[in-house]
């Protein structure tokens, strides 16, 4: 195989040839070749004829104009190939993807371009006379699933004013529309856990034109959205999600200082599947710019809970997003005790999952009390004990008020007995190094943390205790 400077002559000597081909041949040999490159995943070859079919701006497809799949292969002179496990249309070599990107003049404009094809597509009267609710594109519009997943991001990626006019005529009437529901669907197969569900809609889907444009995040396409009509802004969708928050679940700052500058949105409206506010998502995933804007806003409630008591701040600390822990931190209307409905504060999740930093900044303040338990009497040392976060349970043990010997109501065991029984060395080492760490404390069932780890065969943990025993019996001169 050629290298280096080799290859890459080799590339441009063939793209040469490409461009010099006589007829269409040329011009589709280009357009494949921008396709294959910069399209969002792998195309299959029914899906790539019938983007190259489209004529931009057209009202419906003319199937003469789709190429056959023989003459867009022979178009491009070897440079593409057809997998034929997943039948995709695929460049021959990795080194023929950088060579492409590396030239940005070899392709004028190619997202706008694909932004473009997409959007006439879904805009073409065929399509747009499919039922709203079908739940997979039919095989006679291969391309349909595409246009209606990637359009916007390749629309953010090269806007033009003829795809901004494009999008408008979809977005207009987008909730009675196929691709809203191919959409939404292909986000319910990427979302994050908790977050807002779609399981298909059966009737009316209420995700408007603008739900759609906050959803995807394109600023543009937003504020000429807004222009359209007189929108409720405060109306929820099928998920239960307004535009507000939509754009705060997914981090896109512009959008939400768009919405912010109305006077009839409700920055605290909470959605109505798990009663979480814009604030309350884009601190659960850790979008400390929104955070940033949305508390700047008159009239944000930094504390208010969902349907589960978990706070923004709870989230956050949940979740590890230690810059936003701080930015709430900041507010003096702030709770940083405030426990969810099941007894668990901000400190006690971050200890739990092991996020140091969270638990660094928690414990900074002197109104986080770091002894408080669950109903079970776990506390934040208790869970980073047996959670083996080592690190946590050093800063925990740092504050002089925290009770190291503090039992589960359950079993009567405290975090020594806990780490001893499972045989977390470490953790057990960095416990004893507190004098006031019980050695003795029984449990329920009269066991001491070293009966537990010698019933368990922790013979490392046996020793550590041991020693630790006769350590204490000389120091006290016994």
Not at 270 to 291: F, I, M, Q
Request: aromatic share 8%; charged share 20%.
């Amino acid at each position: 195989m050629l290298e280096g400077n080799g290859l890459s002559d080799a590339y441009t000597a063939t793209l040469t040839r490409v461009k010099g081909q006589k007829g269409n041949k040329s011009v589709l040999g280009v357009k494949v070749l921008m396709w294959v490159s910069y399209s969002e995943r792998p195309l299959r070859a029914q899906e790539l004829c019938h983007a190259l079919g489209v004529e931009i701006g057209s009202s419906d497809l003319d199937l003469e104009n789709i190429p056959a799949l023989r003459t867009l292969i022979v178009s491009c002179l070897g440079l593409v190939t057809i997998e034929e496990s997943s039948s995709t249309v695929r460049l021959v070599h990795f080194t023929l993807q950088e060579h492409l990107l590396s030239n940005p003049t070899l392709f004028h404009n190619p997202h706008s371009t694909i932004s473009e094809i997409c959007l006439t597509y879904l805009n073409y009267g065929s399509v747009c006379d499919l039922s709203p609710i079908l739940y997979s594109a039919p095989l006679t519009m291969p391309l349909l699933e595409y246009a209606s997943y990637y359009w916007g991001k390749h629309a953010r990626m090269g806007m033009t004013e003829n795809s901004k006019t494009l999008a408008l005529r979809l977005l207009d009437r987008f909730d009675e529309y196929i691709s809203a529901q191919l959409l939404l669907s292909r986000y319910e197969n990427e979302r994050f856990p908790f977050n807002p569900y779609f399981n298909g809609a059966e009737g009316l889907m209420r995700f408007t034109g603008l739900h759609g444009a906050s959803f995807l995040g394109i600023v543009e396409i937003v504020a000429s959205v807004l222009e359209m009509k007189e929108w409720d802004l405060n109306q929820s969708d099928c998920m239960g999600c307004t535009a507000l928050a939509w754009a705060a679940i997914r981090g896109y700052e512009g959008v939400v200082k768009i919405l912010l500058e109305r006077e009839d949105i409700n920055p605290n409206q909470a959605d109505t599947g798990y009663g979480r506010t814009p604030l309350s998502w884009a601190a659960k995933n850790g979008h400390e710019g929104v955070v940033r804007i949305l508390l700047e806003r008159e009239g944000i409630n930094p504390d208010q809970a969902d349907n589960y008591g978990q706070t923004p701040l709870l989230w956050a600390a949940k979740e590890g997003h230690e810059g936003v822990v701080c930015m709430l931190l900041e507010r003096e209307d702030i709770n940083p005790d405030q426990a969810d409905t099941f007894d668990r504060t901000p400190l006690l999740w971050a200890a739990e999952k092991g996020h140091e930093g969270v638990v660094r900044i928690l414990l900074e303040r002197e109104d986080v009390n770091p002894n408080q338990a669950d109903p079970r009497g776990l506390t934040p040392l208790w869970w980073a004990a047996l959670s083996k976060h080592e690190g946590t349970v050093r800063m925990l043990l740092e504050r002089e008020d925290i009770n190291p010997n503090q039992a589960d109501t359950g079993y009567g065991r405290t975090p020594l007995s806990w780490a001893a029984g499972h045989g977390h060395v470490s953790v057990v080492k960095i416990l004893l190094e507190r004098q006031d760490v019980s050695t003795t404390a029984l449990d329920h069932e009269g066991q001491t943390p070293l009966s537990l780890a010698l019933s368990r065969g922790y013979d490392e943990v046996v020793k550590i205790l041991r020693d630790s025993s006769n350590s204490r019996t000389t120091h006290l001169g016994v």
